[in-house]
């Protein structure tokens, strides 16, 4: 059973940054990001590919973002077996949410940034951004 590790979050004021951490027993096609603020469906926000080849899939590497992170928000891994980051800079108060990490999501050779692609999630950590 592949299993997800997230840390990094906690609270800090608009402008500010912060690094989130996503580490898995077993890295499968993508890992995306999603957060999800109270009352709001779940969004996704990065994603990043995971493996090496096959052709079915994009570089290692290959990185999607969504609108609202684009230019704020970093999605990185060094290689096939490392944690994932995601680097959250000038960061705003609409940002506020639970953030979690999944695997899975490929879909037509590029990762998805819809949630229901993914099948293997972590528990999530909170970020709070202050005006």
């Known amino acids: 059973e592949v299993q997800l590790v997230q840390s990094g979050g906690g609270s800090v004021e608009a402008g500010g940054s912060l690094r989130l951490s996503c580490e898995a027993s077993?890295?499968?096609?993508?890992l995306g990001w999603f957060r999800q603020a109270p009352g709001k469906e779940r969004e996704g926000v990065a994603t990043i590919y995971t493996s090496n080849g096959p052709s079915s899939g994009p570089a290692h590497g290959t990185t999607n973002y969504a609108a609202s992170a684009k230019g704020r928000f970093t999605v990185t891994q060094a290689n096939v077996k490392s944690p994932v980051y995601l680097q959250l800079d000038n960061v705003e108060p609409a940002d506020t949410g639970m953030y979690f990490c999944?695997?899975?999501?490929?879909?037509?050779?590029?990762?998805?940034?819809?949630?229901?692609?993914?099948?293997?999630w972590g528990r999530g950590t909170q970020v709070t951004v202050s005006s």
């Open positions: 999944a695997t899975g999501g490929l879909r037509n050779g590029e990762c998805s940034l819809r949630s229901t692609q993914y099948r293997t």
């Open positions: 077993q890295y499968n096609y993508c």
